[in-house]
């Protein structure tokens, strides 16, 4: 378990700050709220006199920012943006970091398997998914429940984190198998950057374009969307069932192609 704790050491800094600019953005958001609470009717109607193109970067589609719950699901295409952006970075550099270091014979040199090497690595990253996650939960749960009305539940909040979280683990393995591709070690974090931002802009232009729905099922930016969590309250079962395919295939993609590549020490 050395390997584990030496890996969650090695990143708990920079999970500090991830945490602290992702809680940062939902308590200013929520404060920007509290300034608008008396104006909500007024809030919907200037939003449903923007161009289309702008409520689709906004984020705002059908919902009602009259209220805190309604609110925060417009801050949450910006909180899911961080946290993918930190997951597909974590994966990539969870991978390649002892390459990049000049640290990979010593690792290699150790009595364990590359599987066993891999499957710490994993174990370490999903701590910081689930720290960094579990961080922006608490924080917009209890932003909303100091200006939720009478009737707002945090319930359909949390179902958006558990979402949240599983479109956090597919781009973290997403850039995990990326990594393990022996010929993309140098640019794995382009290309996974390059990756995430082309699914970012495809659930933008689907929004703008309703031709563009049977694409919704190529990014997962369309997964777990929060106008249609918040107005639904449940998690689409096929879209769950596409988020587990991904990963699993992702991770055993992973295992494979880690235990067949050429280590650069």
């Given at each position: 378990?050395?390997?584990?704790?030496?890996e969650?050491?090695?990143?708990?800094?920079?999970?500090?700050?991830?945490c602290?600019?992702?809680s940062a953005?939902?308590?200013?958001?929520m404060s920007?709220?509290?300034?608008?609470?008396g104006?909500?009717e007024?809030?919907n109607?200037l939003i449903?006199?923007?161009p289309e193109s702008l409520?689709?970067?906004?984020?705002?589609?059908?919902l009602d920012?009259?209220?805190?719950t309604g609110?925060?699901g417009m801050?949450?295409?910006?909180?899911i943006?961080?946290?993918?952006?930190?997951?597909?970075?974590?994966?990539?550099?969870?991978?390649?970091?002892e390459e990049?270091?000049?640290?990979?014979?010593?690792?290699?040199?150790?009595?364990?398997s590359?599987?066993?090497v891999?499957?710490?690595k994993?174990?370490?990253?999903?701590?910081?998914?689930?720290?960094?996650?579990?961080?922006s939960?608490?924080?917009?749960?209890i932003?909303i429940?100091?200006?939720?009305t009478?009737?707002?539940?945090?319930?359909h909040?949390v179902?958006?984190m558990?979402?949240?979280?599983?479109?956090?683990?597919?781009?973290?393995?997403?850039?995990i198998?990326?990594?393990?591709?022996?010929?993309?070690?140098?640019?794995?974090?382009?290309?996974?950057?390059?990756?995430?931002?082309?699914?970012?802009?495809?659930?933008?232009a689907?929004?703008?374009?309703?031709?563009?729905?049977?694409?919704?099922y190529?990014?997962p930016f369309k997964?777990?969307?929060a106008?249609?969590?918040?107005n639904?309250g449940?998690?689409?079962?096929l879209?769950?069932?596409?988020?587990?395919?991904?990963?699993?295939l992702?991770?055993?993609?992973s295992?494979?192609?880690?235990?067949?590549?050429?280590?650069?020490?």
């Amino acid at each position: 378990m050395s390997l584990f704790f030496h890996e969650l050491k090695s990143k708990w800094k920079a999970l500090f700050f991830w945490c602290l600019g992702a809680s940062a953005l939902v308590v200013s958001g929520m404060s920007e709220y509290s300034g608008l609470q008396g104006t909500g009717e007024s809030m919907n109607e200037l939003i449903a006199q923007m161009p289309e193109s702008l409520q689709a970067i906004l984020g705002t589609g059908t919902l009602d920012l009259s209220t805190a719950t309604g609110y925060f699901g417009m801050l949450f295409s910006y909180l899911i943006l961080i946290t993918t952006i930190h997951a597909v970075l974590l994966g990539t550099s969870t991978i390649v970091k002892e390459e990049r270091e000049r640290t990979a014979e010593f690792l290699m040199v150790k009595p364990i398997s590359r599987s066993r090497v891999l499957t710490h690595k994993l174990l370490a990253a999903g701590c910081n998914l689930l720290l960094l996650n579990g961080a922006s939960t608490i924080t917009a749960v209890i932003s909303i429940s100091v200006f939720a009305t009478e009737g707002e539940s945090s319930k359909h909040v949390v179902m958006l984190m558990i979402g949240m979280l599983l479109t956090q683990l597919i781009f973290f393995t997403l850039g995990i198998t990326i990594a393990t591709w022996g010929k993309w070690l140098k640019r794995s974090t382009i290309i996974g950057a390059t990756l995430l931002l082309i699914c970012y802009l495809l659930s933008i232009a689907i929004d703008l374009n309703p031709s563009f729905e049977a694409l919704s099922y190529v990014t997962p930016f369309k997964y777990f969307e929060a106008k249609v969590i918040l107005n639904e309250g449940s998690l689409d079962p096929l879209f769950l069932t596409i988020s587990f395919i991904v990963i699993v295939l992702s991770i055993l993609g992973s295992y494979s192609l880690y235990k067949r590549r050429d280590l650069q020490i």
